[in-house]
């Protein structure tokens, strides 16, 4: 499986962007989605991630109420869609996939198989 993430940019604070994470094949329905970012300095952290139904959706309390993950089936794709950026949300962004994963795992980094090469995000202020 390999994962395309792209969208990335430089915005200013309170601007918005949306991400996209294309995967190979089709995956997006039957396996465990999430975006994680990592700044300099810092681990990697979870971010938001779909559940394989499509049903749930799970994000951090830093970027809930502001970020929403979604899902394309029919383009294989999960997007990020990210508003009211904060200067903190600066970070290198990245798509992951895997189909082992439950729900208590998947706000772990180590949980995931497969991993996009990321994409900068910046956020002025």
């Known amino acids: 499986v390999q994962l395309q993430a792209s969208g990335g940019g430089t915005v200013q604070a309170g601007g918005s962007l949306r991400l996209s994470c294309a995967a190979s094949r089709r995956i997006v329905n039957t396996y465990v989605m999430g975006w994680f970012r990592q700044a300099p300095g810092k681990e990697r952290e979870f971010v938001a991630a779909?559940?394989?139904?499509?049903?749930?959706?799970y994000y951090s309390d830093s970027v809930k109420d502001r970020f929403t993950i979604s899902r394309d089936n029919a383009k294989n794709t999960v997007y990020l869609q990210m508003n009211s950026l904060r200067p903190g949300d600066t970070a290198l962004y990245y798509c992951?996939?895997?189909?082992?994963?439950?729900?208590?795992?998947?706000?772990?980094?180590?949980?995931?198989?497969?991993w996009g090469q990321g994409t900068q995000v910046t956020v002025s202020s």
């Open positions: 992951a996939a895997d189909s082992g994963i439950i729900t208590s795992t998947m706000r772990s980094a180590s949980a995931y198989d497969y």
């Open positions: 779909h559940s394989r139904s499509g049903v749930n959706t």
